[in-house]
């Protein structure tokens, strides 16, 4: 769905807006918070014929917070990772010495599902409120919904059902003892889809 220029512009633009984000999760944590995504995709998730041999995201456990954005450009956002690094992530961003079994359980207190919560606010807000500065728009925000889920790989697309268009944000946290990788989703409808196209179409534009 998007050409090769298109794709590069938009993960320069992404990188950006995470780098933001990543700057906020600094000073939360008191530590150094790299968050990069090198790689960006857009798919048709109403295309019976896409193929799915390469997982959406990380199946299994996982965590899934998802808030809903709306106005002028409306969808779904949510921030998923294994759920096997939720406690790592937690107790990083808390500044706390992270233990050796903390990997190995799924078992979150309320304070952790309020960590998770801030962490995907963080996140979601800057990158969906850059994305409507950019195209020159307002939008609302709903708050994040966390969830704990097990989900196969067969199972991501009936996940993500009810959404038509997904663009995939790929993402890698970097803390300095721990390190996770998961996925930013951004899902929208065909009008707020080509409102940011013809942005990013725009900008190729007045750059050549």
Known sequence: MLD????????????VFIGQAASMLSEMANQR???????VDI?????DTMDLARPLF???????????????FSGRALLIFPA?????????????????????????IDTDFDVLKEISNVILNSVIGEFSNLIGTTVEFSIPDIEVLFVS???????????VYMMMLYTSFELAEAQVEGVIIVALGLTSLNKLLDKISEEIGDAL
Do not use: W
């Open 4 to 15: 090769e220029m298109q794709r590069d512009l938009l993960k320069e633009y992404v990188n």
């Open 33 to 39: 918070v790299l968050l990069t995504v090198p790689e």
């Open 43 to 47: 798919i048709n998730m109403s295309d």
């Open 58 to 72: 990380n199946h299994g456990h996982i965590i899934s917070s998802s808030m809903k954005f709306g106005n002028d």
């Open 84 to 108: 096997q690094k939720a406690k790592l992530l937690v107790d990083a961003c808390m500044g706390m010495e992270m233990s050796d079994y903390a990997e190995e359980s799924y078992e979150l």
């Open 153 to 163: 790989q067969d199972e991501q697309k009936m996940y993500l059902k009810n959404d």
